[in-house]
């Protein structure tokens, strides 16, 4: 890999996605729209000891834009940060021919006892106050934002983590005039969503915590959607989940099992 300040692209299907070394931010092209990522963001992450660093004052850099046997591929290299010598780690954007989804991956090459959070992916920009462009959040049963809604949604009691009441299912979304994306986190251990609503406009990014001492790789996909309400977005998660056998079919045969098992010894299922 070589360090470069042009930007990078790469393509497949319906989707143009280029990155902006200079900045770190992301668009991504579709059909009569696009998505980027809030210009006001900046990628960064938080040290043990609570200092803020941007992925930018990293002192070496590098970008490659390269074909792997499931799609184009943007990886971004990142070292050397002041401060924090011994951090190092990747950002990788891959497109999947199949199905058009842009994976989204950050991996840590070294020093990850160092970092206590990563803010990373970033918001989308999201700034017409319109009732027709909606933020929606997995917050308890569901909840749809329109955008310039003058009720703010408040503090989020558990830092908008999921798998709790903020977040039951690793995933948001927005729509715009009949587009929409959906982010999906598949690694939601230690990871949330931040919810931003200054001036009436919804931005929602990622943020990322250490588990057990160290961050560790993280995995997200973008699904992009044309003519859609949210009921594509929930629609397209509840097939995901089916395609990988996490669906409540399972889980209801399992109860059954142990139904069947009442009176005798008995299981516990969960972690602790």
């Known amino acids: ?17 280029s990155f902006d070394p200079s900045s770190g931010r992301l ?21 043990a000891a609570g200092e803020r660093v941007p992925f ?26 002041p401060g924090a010598g011994e951090v190092s780690f990747e950002t990788r954007f891959w497109l999947e021919e199949i199905t058009g989804a842009l994976h989204l991956e950050w991996l840590p090459l ?13 918001p989308m920009a999201f700034g017409e106050p319109r009732p027709d462009w909606q933020t929606v959040l997995p917050l308890r049963q569901g909840l749809l934002i329109p955008n310039g809604w003058e009720t703010p949604v408040g503090r989020l ?23 929409g994306y959906l982010l999906l986190c598949d690694t939601p251990a230690d990871a949330g969503y931040r919810l931003d609503q200054r001036e009436n406009n919804t931005r929602v990014g990622v943020w990322l915590d250490a588990s057990l001492g160290k ?15 949210y009921n594509e977005l929930c629609r397209a ?24 098992g009442a ?10």
């Open 237 to 260: 998660y509840r097939e995901i989940v089916r395609e990988e056998g996490r669906d409540g079919l399972l889980l209801r045969a399992r109860v059954r099992r142990l139904r069947r």
């Open 27 to 47: 668009r991504a092209e579709r059909p009569g729209c696009a998505w980027a990522w809030d210009e006001a963001y900046e990628p960064a992450f938080l040290t």
């Open 157 to 179: 009691p558990f830092d908008g983590r999921f798998g709790t009441a903020d977040a039951y299912l690793p995933w948001f979304g927005q729509l715009r005039e009949g587009n």
């Open 215 to 229: 961050l560790t790789p993280r995995r997200f996909r973008y699904l992009f959607f044309e003519h859609c309400t």
């Open 56 to 81: 930018g004052a990293a002192r070496e850099k590098t970008f490659l834009a390269r074909e792997t046997s499931l799609g184009p591929e943007l990886v971004c290299r990142y070292a050397d940060f």
């Open 110 to 122: 070294a020093g990850a006892g160092q970092l206590s959070r990563v803010l990373w992916p970033g």
């Open 1 to 17: 890999m070589v360090e470069r300040n042009a930007p990078l692209a790469i393509a497949a299907g319906k989707t143009a996605v």
């Open 263 to 272: 009176g005798g010894g008995r299981r516990h299922l969960g972690r602790v």
